[in-house]
Nanobody
Framework: QLQLVESGGGAVQSGGSLRLSCEASAYSVVKYCWGWFRQAPGKEREGVASFHLHGHKVYADSVKGRFTISKDNAKNTLILRMNSLIPEDTAMYYC??????????????????????WGQGTQVTISS
């Protein structure tokens, strides 16, 4: 059973930065395609950044140019670097994994319904 554990969340002021990590147990990150998602109170879970089947990085329009997704295969870790944070980024952030064939296009890669393994989440709070 694949297990995912997020870390790195916290409370920062607007304009600040955070680095989220997601460590996977038992399996190598290369066997799955990965993504970061977030959910704010009263809102649906949305895709933030993910890896497409063919290795392309897919970003939500709201985070392009500010967030960077990467992975460390040797450490089985998915990373999300977040810069120029704004209050609208406040949410619970989750990492997720899916068999790569399921992330066959951009829409699939950024859709929460594609992913069947989820972490417990890490809270990010941005104050103005």
């Amino acid at each position: 059973q694949l297990q995912l554990v997020e870390s790195g969340g916290g409370a920062v002021q607007s304009g600040g930065s955070l680095r989220l990590s997601c460590e996977a147990s038992a399996y190598s990150v290369v066997k799955y395609c990965w993504g970061w998602f977030r959910q704010a109170p009263g809102k649906e879970r949305e895709g933030v950044a993910s890896f497409h089947l063919h290795g392309h990085k897919v970003y939500a329009d709201s985070v392009k140019g500010r967030f960077t997704i990467s992975k460390d295969n040797a450490k089985n870790t998915l990373i999300l670097r977040m810069n120029s944070l704004i209050p609208e980024d406040t949410a619970m952030y989750y990492c997720a994994a899916a068999p790569c064939w399921m992330t066959y296009n951009t829409n699939a890669a950024r859709s929460p319904e594609t992913y069947n393994y989820w972490g417990q989440g890490t809270q990010v709070t941005i104050s103005s």
